[in-house]
C-alpha cells in the first residue's frame, strides 16, 4: 500500500530531558505512536541553516564566528531512523561554504556528502543550497563545514537520529531487571548532548596563515569549550610542571625549555618538532605565551529525581568529538559510565570510569546518578604540545538530600592521565558491535597508503602525495568527473571488501584520527614496524595476536599509532576493512583540521562499475553553472 509523504516535526524521542522524564510506560508508548506515523507517512523532516558572522565571547573572550540560526555552535538536529531528510543551507557569510553530515552514510545520495571538489561545488557567498538524504541509520553524528577552516570558527552543530522502536538495544547486558532496561532506554531516547571543541581567540584564517608563514602548527588552544561554552585558563608553572609526563620533559630538556603560561610547548620547539623547518620567531607572543584568564561559562547537565517514576536513575550523555586537533580523555567524577554506543552504533557495553575520544568521534553512555550533589565533567587534552582542560557540571538534585557538600572527586588529572591504577580508559579498540557484524577473512582488494609529511612542513600526504584543501574544493567534483587514474583515488568494484592498510613512516608524526565518509569501516589492528605482507591474511597467519578477524570494532573514524618519539616506533600501520556498497566519490582523510587542510585525504571512488548517475539540480552546481 502506498501513503503520500507528510511534513512532520515530531521530537517527542528528545523533548523530555533526563530531569524531567515522563513514566517509562508512558512515555515509550509516545514514542511508538509517532514512530507509528512517521514510518506509515515516509515523514520528511526539514530543516534551515542560516549561515551569518557575529561577534561572539564562548570563553569569555570576543572574536568573530560563524553563527548557525543565529547560534554558537549550531542548532541540535533532531529526527527519526527512516525519516526522508533536507537541509536547506542559506550561505550568508563572506566565503564560500558546504556542510558534511559526518557519519552519515549517505545511501544512494553521494551527492548531499557536502565535500567540496568530491561531491559537489561550494556554495557562494548570498547563495542556498539544499541537501536530500534518506536516515538510514540510528544514534549520535553530527554536522560541520568542509570548507576551508570554517570548524575553527563555529561551523558545527550536533545530529541525533532516533533508532526504531523493534531496534536491537544492548542494555540487558547491564542489567537483567525490566524496570532497569526501560530506564535506560527511555534515558538513550532523551539522551543529553555534549559537543567537545577546542578553541582558540583568533580565526581560522588566522591561524592557517600562520602555520604557513611560520612552517609550525600553532597547536596552542585558549579554551576546550563544552556545548560551546568554556573559560580561559592561565595555569601556575608548579601546576603544570606536576602534570608533565616523562615524554614532555625530554622534548623540553632538548632545548632546556619550559611550557608557556597557556600551558604550551614554546613556538620554538614546535618548530623543532616539525624536522626543524619551522620558525617560531614570526609567531606573535598571544598565540603561545600570554595568557590572560577570564570567568567564562559552563554548561550544567541538572538530574532531578523528583520527577522520575522509578527507582532506577539512569541518564545518557552522547559525547561528541568536534575537535580540530586534540585527543581528550572525558570523565566524570565519581560515577562510572557504561559505554553502549560508538560513531551512532550500538556496542557491547563495557563499564569505564573515563573515554579517550578525538576528532570526530562519537560515544554514548549511561550514568547511574544515584548520588546528590555536583560533579565535574572533565575534558583533559593528551596531546603533548600543550596542557589543557575543559569543565561542565552534573548536577543532581535528590529530595531529602543536600549533596555532597565538597569538590568531586576525580578518575582523571588535567593532563588526561589515571588518577589511580583501577581507573579504566575506553578506547577504540574496546569497541565490539552489538548485534555482531560478521565479516569475511578474506578481501577482494588490498591497497596501502603512506601517510607523512613533507616540505613545507605543513603539507601532509595520504598516499605519498598531498591533496590539499584548498585546491581540491575548487576542482570539478569527483563524482562528476571521476579520475581513475591519479595517486590520490582509490577505484573499487561495488559489492566488494577492501582492506587499506595505512602506514606512517615519517618521524616523527603524530597519531592520525582518519574518518572514512560513506559507510563505516572496521578496525582489524594496528602495529609497529614496516608493513612487508601483500595481505592481512598473510600478516595474520605470521602474527595472529595483532589482529582481530572475528569481531573487530566498526566505526568511521579510527586513530593510527603515533611514530618517532620513542625506540623502535619510527614506523607504524593500520588495517582497516570495509565493503564497498555504496557507490560514489567519498573521502579517506586524517580529521585533525591542519592536516586536512594541508593534503592528508585520498577519494575512494567506490562502485566504479555502477557509478552514480546525479540528479540534475546537483548536476547544475557541480558543473559550475548553478
Known sequence: MNYLPVTTNYNLHLLVRSHEMLCSVVYRLLIGLAFFTVVLGQATRTFKLSLTLGNWSPNGHQRQVI????????????????????????NNITNATSIHFHGIEMHDTPWSDGAPGVSQRHIQPGKSFTYRWMATQHGSYWYHSHSRHQIEDGLFGALVIAPKPDTPKPFDKI??????????????????????SDYRNMTGDEAWELTQKAEL???????ILINGKGRVHCPEPAEIDALLSDLQRTQLGKMNATMT???????????????????????????????????????ILSVDHKSTCDDESWIAIHFIGAFQSITATVSVDEHPMWVY??????????????????NGERYSVLIKANKAGKFNIRVASINDPQIIAGYATLDVKIAGSE????????????????????VVIFDQSFVKPFPPVAIPQTVSATHVLEMGNIEPAYIWTMNSMPLESLTLEQQTPFLLNPQLTTNLTIPTQNNTWVDLILVTHVSPNPAHPIHKHGVKMHLLGTGYGPWVWSSVEDAARQMPSSFNLVDPPLKDSFTSLRVGLEAGQEVAWMALRYHSRNPGAWLLHCHVLQHLVGGMQVVLLDGVDVWPEMPEEYRALAEGSG
Open 67 to 90: 553563527l548557525v540560526n543565529g547560534q554558537f555552535p549550531g542548532p541540535t538536529l533532531k529526527m527519526w531512523q527512516g525519516e526522508n531528510v533536507v537541509v536547506e543551507v542559506e
Open 341 to 358: 554506543a560508538a560513531d551512532g552504533g550500538y556496542v557491547e557495553p563495557r563499564e569505564v570510569q573515563a573515554i579517550t575520544i578525538t
Open 261 to 299: 603560561s597557556k600551558g604550551c610547548y614554546p613556538p620554538q620547539l614546535m618548530a623543532l618538532a616539525w624536522n626543524g623547518h619551522g620558525n617560531g620567531s614570526v609567531v606573535p607572543s598571544h598565540v603561545f605565551d600570554e595568557c590572560q584568564s577570564t570567568e567564562g561559562w559552563r554548561e
Open 175 to 196: 542489567s537483567t531487571a525490566s524496570r532497569a532496561i526501560k530506564t535506560m532506554e527511555s534515558a538513550d531516547e532523551s539522551a543529553n548532548i555534549l559537543l567537545l
Open 403 to 422: 549533596g555532597n557538600g565538597h569538590e568531586s572527586v576525580p578518575y582523571i588529572n588535567d593532563a588526561g592521565m589515571a588518577i589511580s591504577s583501577g
Open 217 to 223: 602548527d600553532p597547536a596552542c588552544w585558549d579554551s
